[in-house]
């Protein structure tokens, strides 16, 4: 190993001291950090390797082998033939109700988050502080406080068992963290800019939509990655306020997991668990830096 | 800027939602506590009867000490596990971002999606114990998830799993901040290594511990989807934590009164670990 670890850096070069042993220390770290992401890749390997094998291959076999017969028979399984409400229909209605139920729920609280941040911020009223205070001490609630009036509530505007009623609440409880992250990002925002478009005859919306949006791109992917993660994998709200006609796919996939009778076919759940998995999976791995960003800033979530 | 009319319009659908939907909805719930309310909501106030039931019920019993073991485990070798990666990643290694990532990915998947693949992966009938098995470890005993004094362990298990990269991030970003005067001068007086972490840094990432500890107890105690998930409960009520508590009581027992009580209890211990947090925190901002 090259001494890349001996470059000039802030910390960087404790851990060896003197010169002798640094590559025995190397390479037990390397052999450490190795372990650990194998252990942690484990559980995605063994959903991978599995849904690829024929059922009985499972069972006569282990989960750690490699597939003797590949099939992408337990995938279309699980996708469309899979018993989950009264019809065999797989995953498929479930997971186009989990778009149906993103999509808006994402671009209202976002939009909303990034209005009240802009007012929070560039305007002063009385009782503001406290209403900020209030809208964040709203994310760390246990959503269990809210399930009976809430359902009462979807049950007054018709809206029980829909996925428009689950758009609304998972708006409502989004509205904490978009607002935060848009709230943190406008605070530092250059005063001098917004000074100047005002002093130019920019009101109320101009200042929004030409100096402050075009200019919000990092906070925007963030609070939609963020938004689209939760809401995607939310459960609580999912199972207590949808039906057959609304599941979203994480009440989809447990329905299927955990309520099959007779023969559990563990490479169908498998394929359907990497189908639920897939999109937020696929989110993080093309934009990590802003996944972790909002985990950073929205670091409140349970 | 002072605000005029449109600002206060426009903030108001937002302000008006979370002032209903938590607060409104707070105050409701404990009401429904104080009553009788079964399968539906009665509006009788007979004071802590359901407070008193509660307490004494074996379901809730279990629950809580459920949660007891879950939470110290969970929050215990999370901590120390993502400290430890931290600081294994921060010695100027390759390919860091790589690492990072893997132990960072769980954190974007559903806990039904990963309490899938433990439900099976510790399943003695299909998962460790057979596999193990059949590769010849003929005597290989692992059944927790079936075994009821052990199946809690089981939770714990995929919930550090989950959780343990996002500590990780969050101690690294607290160890990239560190003061590095410090620490040269430690080592230019021949301090060693471990020496300057025990003395040295981790004495500096006091904050952050204090973050993680808060940030993972409370989800500790909104811990729901990945019991229904992995155990569903079981075997019998074993691995109940009062969420899932609350959720059976309120939809599937009709006792809708006591479930609001339950509720009411957890939001109280969230509110005692979170609010002095949160003061210190603002009062830090407006200090700073």
């Known amino acids: 190993m090259p001494d890349m670890h001996v470059a000039a850096g802030a910390i960087a070069p404790i851990g060896h001291g003197s010169t002798t042993g640094v590559d025995v220390e190397r390479i037990a770290l390397y052999g450490l950090l190795g372990v650990m992401a194998l252990l942690f890749l484990m559980p995605v390997y063994v959903m991978v390797v599995n849904s690829l094998k024929p059922l009985d291959e499972i069972r006569t076999g282990n989960l750690l082998a490699f597939p003797h017969h590949w099939t992408i028979q337990p995938w279309l399984t699980a996708w469309s033939t899979a018993q989950i409400g009264v019809q065999p229909t797989g995953l498929r209605p479930y997971f186009i109700n989990s778009f149906l139920l993103v999509v808006p729920a994402v671009t209202i609280s976002t939009l909303l988050g990034a209005l009240n941040g802009y007012i929070l911020t560039q305007f002063r009223f009385r009782g503001s502080h406290l209403l900020f205070a209030a809208i964040l001490f709203s994310v760390f609630i246990p959503f269990q406080i809210v399930l009976i009036p809430m359902a009462m509530t979807l049950g007054l505007l018709r809206l029980a068992g829909t996925v428009t009623g689950l758009v609304f609440v998972n708006v409502v409880y989004g509205i904490g963290f978009t607002t935060l992250f848009f709230r943190n990002y406008y605070a530092a925002f250059p005063v001098e800019l917004i000074r100047s478009a005002r002093i130019d005859g920019a009101g109320f919306f101009s200042v929004l939509g030409r100096v402050l949006l075009p200019n919000s791109a990092p906070i925007i992917i963030v609070t939609v990655i963020w938004q689209f993660t939760s809401v995607w994998n939310e459960f609580l709200f999912a199972a207590s306020f949808s039906d057959f006609s609304s599941f979203p796919i994480t009440v989809a996939l447990n329905n299927l997991v955990n309520s099959s009778t007779g023969v559990k076919e563990y490479n169908v759940h498998f394929a359907g668990a990497l189908v639920a998995g897939l999109p937020t999976l696929m989110v993080y791995l093309l934009s990590g830096k802003y996944f972790v960003r909002g985990l950073m800033a929205g670091s409140v979530k349970g | ?288």
């Open chain 2, 1 to 288: 800027m002072k605000a005029g009319f449109l600002p206060k319009l426009l903030l108001s659908p937002s302000a008006f939602l979370v002032l209903i939907c938590v607060y409104g909805y707070i105050m409701f719930t404990v009401y429904l506590s104080f009553t009788t309310s079964t399968m539906l909501p009665a509006y009788d106030l007979v004071g802590p009867a359901s407070y008193q039931r509660l307490v004494g019920m074996y379901n809730w019993q279990v629950s809580v000490a459920n949660l007891a073991i879950f939470a110290v485990l969970f929050i215990g070798i999370a901590g120390t596990l993502g400290l430890t990666l931290a600081i294994l990643i921060d010695q100027k290694i390759r390919a860091e971002n790589a690492f990072r990532s893997i132990f960072l990915y769980p954190m974007a998947l559903s806990l039904i999606v990963t309490g899938t693949a433990w439900k099976w992966l510790l399943d003695p009938g299909v998962g460790l114990e057979h596999s193990l098995r059949s590769l010849g470890w003929e005597s290989f005993r692992f059944g927790w998830i079936k075994t009821s004094e052990l199946a809690i362990y089981c939770v714990v298990i995929a919930a550090v799993w989950q959780t343990t990269g996002f500590v990780m991030a969050m101690f690294l970003a607290g160890l990239r901040g560190i003061d590095s005067e410090q620490v040269n001068a430690a080592r230019v007086d021949g301090a060693r290594a471990s020496q300057i972490y025990r003395r040295v840094i981790i004495p500096q990432l006091g904050p952050i511990v204090v973050s993680a500890f808060v940030i993972l107890a409370h989800m500790a105690i909104k811990s729901y989807d990945l019991v229904v998930a992995l155990t569903n409960g079981g075997p019998g009520r074993s691995t109940w934590l009062p969420s899932v508590f609350m959720y059976q009581y309120t939809f599937t027992r009709n006792e809708m009164a006591i479930g609001a009580a339950s509720s009411v209890l957890m939001l109280l211990v969230i509110g005692a670990i979170v609010l002095p947090y949160g003061l210190r925190e603002m009062r830090a901002a407006r200090d700073a």
